[in-house]
């Protein structure tokens, strides 16, 4: 069984940043997909941003594309998520999740939805203030 756990949430101003980092529990072989995604009061989850750890190739969703950056460190098994220019929009719980076999992204803009995602994490609060 996989464990993820995200750290590095908390509060901040509109226009600051923050470091948001998964880590696993085993440590990843092979490549898998891994996503950040976030849900807010009220709102459906969505897909924020996802990597394939042997690639590095990543993908964004449009609402946080030129200030968010996805990354992986193969060596420590964390995944993590510089978000920066952060807005009140950007207020939400921030989860981590990976794909349950190894192997590229797939299943489109799907992934937006969690799609092709099966282990989660139980998530970090980001608080963006105006």
């Known amino acids: 069984q996989v464990q993820l756990v995200e750290s590095g949430g908390g509060s901040v101003q509109a226009g600051g940043s923050l470091r948001l980092s998964c880590s696993a529990s085993?440590?990843?072989?092979?490549?898998?997909?891994m996503g950040w995604f976030r849900q807010a009061p009220g709102k459906e989850r969505e897909g924020v941003a996802r990597i394939y750890t042997t690639s590095g190739s990543s993908l964004y969703a449009d609402s946080v594309k030129g200030r968010f950056i996805i990354s992986h460190d193969n060596a420590k098994n964390t995944v993590s998520l510089d978000m920066n220019s952060l807005e009140s929009e950007d207020t939400a719980m921030y989860s981590c999740?990976?794909?349950?076999?190894?192997?590229?992204?797939?299943?489109?803009?799907?992934?937006?939805?969690?799609?092709?995602?099966?282990?989660w994490g139980q998530g970090t609060q980001v608080t963006v203030s105006s």
């Open positions: 999740a990976r794909a349950r076999d190894p192997g590229p992204c797939t299943y489109g803009d799907m992934w937006l939805k969690g799609l092709g995602f099966y282990y």
């Open positions: 085993t440590y990843f072989r092979y490549g898998y997909c």
